[in-house]
């Protein structure tokens, strides 16, 4: 009656929450058969240890990995759970330290097929020699590894069973809102069947773990040991699997990751068939638009990914996208961050050709796009750049020259490289702001080739008639990619 009588005209009342559930214990009892504690044993050399898992320097994964030399797990957290070796009833006393010994690993895993598929992380099982799967009944059984995906993190197990297993069923992890209740179950530390709960703390979570990123960030309990098992909603649906945490003692502090089901799906099925994921191609690196880029090209708010450079002879180039241009739509669906479109392209089957939209010169143009089967290793070989004329001007606070075979062996720039050289940048200017130096190249003004000093001088007088406050440079120089700087043309 009190919240009635206050709300009165122009006045919001939020949504009344619903209460906390009077009891997990129902829902839980259905789930935990499904769930699986995973064992593994694997041969480590003497002189190395575990081979560790290949992370970006300065991510926050490079915590998740356990250290053999910091066993205290300080400064870290989980991977694979609980780590054992020699002295822990895996060897004998007084074994010689010359020979290679046997450690064992510890992590969670969850039943999709009632014939004996398991999922759980890559990195639990990753380089093991013996993988054993323990069941909430007691049976335990030999896996075998039918594929896995380090990109996602994912492994597909096969158990053979004398009976058929309870599987979970997948939710559309799409649908998850913060604050919504989810349940985690799994093996922290060794103590199978362990249920802890808590909310969605936060969604698509970037944690520059690879190119795939868009973590379920929750406060369920997530400790050593919890990898790789599921993350349910309150559906009993399986909408996450659990991946990492982040902790400076090794144990749960509240910020837990999962990889969502859209994501991990796609990959599932793909280990099903192929025992690994085929991810589409097209031949591009990309950035984020932000202010100053959308500013530069005319665009009405920051969104969608900038092309910064083409592969050579690749999907993208013979379809005729260019550097400079800013995905916004690709095979129907929005490019509203740089980071939608590496899963977007990944996730759709080689030998199609889609519809790829782009803003061009302030217009959108629709370009139609084959698609490749990645390779392991495939990275995108920008290009830019016509032919030159030799001459020097000062522009936007640098001083530009066209590329000759003196500046070239000075500079250390590509034959193959088309543009004008940077000799000097004014002490102050825009250019230095934006940490333009001696011996980057300017391959492109928003998007348009120059080939002379005054030519990049005639192009920066337009835009400044047409009212543009800034301009898009395409850049290299030796050692560094191929990038876009903006430069404010009111500046020095």
Do not use: C
Not at 116 to 133: F, P, R, S, Y
Not at 145 to 163: I, Q
Not at 443 to 464: C, F, H, M, Y
């Amino acid at each position: 009656m009190v919240a009635a009588a206050l709300a009165g005209p122009g006045i919001v009342t939020p949504a009344v929450a619903s209460s906390t559930p009077a009891s997990f214990a129902d829902l839980a009892a259905g789930l935990m058969a499904s769930v699986v504690n995973i064992s593994t044993r694997t041969t480590v050399s003497p002189s190395g240890g575990l081979p560790m898992p290949d992370v970006p320097q300065g991510s926050p994964f490079q915590q998740y990995f356990g250290n053999p030399a910091n066993p205290s797990g300080e400064g870290g957290s989980e991977q694979g759970g609980d780590e054992r070796s020699d002295g822990q009833g895996d060897s004998e006393e007084g074994q010689d330290p010359a020979k290679p010994k046997k450690v064992e690993s510890l992590g969670s895993g969850f039943v999709i097929d009632a014939s004996g598929l398991i999922i759980t992380n890559n990195h639990v099982i990753e380089n093991a020699d013996e993988i054993i799967a323990s069941f909430a009944d007691g049976t335990k059984l030999t896996a075998k590894l039918v594929g896995h995906d380090a990109k996602t993190d994912l492994a597909l197990l096969k158990v053979t069973p004398k009976l058929p297993l309870t599987a979970v069923k997948f939710g559309d992890s799409g649908k998850l809102r913060i604050g919504d209740w989810v349940l985690a179950i799994g093996n922290p530390f060794g103590f199978g069947g362990s249920l802890t709960a808590g909310i969605v703390s936060a969604l698509n979570r970037d944690i520059n773990a690879g190119p795939y990123d868009s973590f379920i960030q929750t406060d369920a309990a997530i400790n050593r040991g919890n990898s790789g098992g599921p993350l349910f909603n309150m559906e009993g649906e399986v909408i996450g699997i659990n991946t990492a945490i982040v902790s400076p003692t090794g144990g749960s502090i509240g910020i837990g990751f999962a990889v969502p089901t859209e994501i991990a799906a796609p990959v599932i099925e793909q280990l099903r068939q192929y025992g690994q994921a085929r991810r589409g191609f097209i031949g591009v690196r990309i950035q984020e638009v932000g202010d100053e880029v959308a500013r530069s090209l005319g665009m009405d708010k920051p969104h969608g990914a900038l092309v910064a450079g083409i592969s050579d002879g690749g999907p993208a180039a013979k379809a005729g996208l260019r550097p400079g241009d800013v995905v916004i739509t690709f095979n129907g669906q929005d490019v509203n961050t740089s980071r939608d479109l590496p899963r977007l392209v990944a996730d759709t089957p080689a030998g199609r050709v889609v519809d790829v939209v782009v803003i061009r010169d302030g217009q959108p143009v629709t370009l139609r796009v084959p698609i490749l089967l990645a390779q392991e290793g495939d990275e995108p070989k920008p290009e830019g750049g016509t032919s030159t004329h030799s001459q020097g001007g000062s522009v936007l606070g640098m001083t530009v020259e066209t590329l000759s075979a003196a500046n070239r062996k000075q500079y250390n720039v590509a034959p193959d490289v088309r543009g004008l050289v940077v000799t000097a940048v004014s002490s102050g200017s825009t250019a230095e702001d934006n940490k333009m130096q001696p011996g980057d190249v300017v391959l492109e003004i928003n998007q348009t080739a120059v080939d002379s000093p005054d030519d990049l001088q005639d192009k920066v007088g337009k835009l400044r008639q047409a009212g543009r406050k800034t301009a898009l440079l395409l850049v290299t120089s030796a050692g560094r990619k191929l990038h876009f700087v903006t430069l404010a043309l009111n500046g020095r």
